[in-house]
């Protein structure tokens, strides 16, 4: 299973990025049946959760640091999740992980997660 993740790169504060992340392979083409979350490590930082979206798109959870401003959708037919980021602040700062939960439920926990790919860095610039 892989899990590609783009759209990361350098924007100033307040800007916006999309980030995508597709998957392939293995027991991944049931993609409708995996949960796919998003995860930031900032420098110096543990890894922490940021969205995550249930198999066919009917649930959401946010962390608190982004609710009203990231996005999270996917497109089953394409295997892809999306996180649409707006109103960035430099402490969006960091390499952010998709991965993929194939238990079902939308969980905040990484420890959950089974895939991970293998990150996208997004740098906001004050």
């Known amino acids: 299973v892989q899990l590609q993740a783009s759209g990361g790169g350098l924007v100033q504060t307040g800007g916006s990025l999309r980030l995508s992340c597709a998957a392939s392979?293995?027991?991944?083409?049931?993609?409708?049946?995996?949960?796919m979350g998003w995860f930031r490590q900032a420098p110096g930082k543990e890894r922490e959760f940021v969205a995550a979206i249930s198999g066919r798109g009917g649930t959401t959870d946010y962390a608190e640091s982004v609710k009203g401003r990231f996005i999270i959708s996917r497109d089953n037919a394409k295997n892809t999740v999306y996180l649409q980021m707006n109103n960035l602040k430099p402490e969006d700062t960091a390499v952010y992980y998709c991965?993929?939960?194939?238990?079902?439920?939308?969980?905040?926990?990484?420890?959950?997660?089974?895939?991970w790919g293998q990150g996208t860095e997004v740098t906001v610039s004050s």
């Open positions: 392979g293995g027991p991944i083409s049931r993609y409708s049946g995996y949960v």
């Open positions: 991965a993929a939960d194939g238990a079902g439920l939308v969980r905040s926990v990484a420890r959950a997660y089974e895939y």
